[in-house]
């Protein structure tokens, strides 16, 4: 086995904390949706980020401004980029 890194997007950034949203299906029915709120430093900016999440507990240990690289899948709809964490 290699020690090398799993290829693909990651996003480096400060952990912020975890966010809860209620939503609805087509059904009209209500589920919850998590995210990690993640706080991305460069040189010109700084952003705020919703990586979302299906396990939530996985962060539950980090606590806000902690370091967090995660493995992301990203993807665009109506001119908005959107991060899901790779699980």
Known sequence: MSNQPTQ???????????LVKNK????GREYKAYYVGVIVRTESATSLYQLGTKSPENYAKY???DPLKVQVT??????????TIVE
């Open 24 to 27: 609805k299906d087509r059904e």
């Open 8 to 18: 693909g997007f990651y996003i480096e950034a400060s952990f912020d904390r975890i």
């Open 63 to 65: 606590k806000s401004g």
């Open 74 to 83: 990203p993807r665009a709809f109506k001119d908005f980029l959107y991060f």
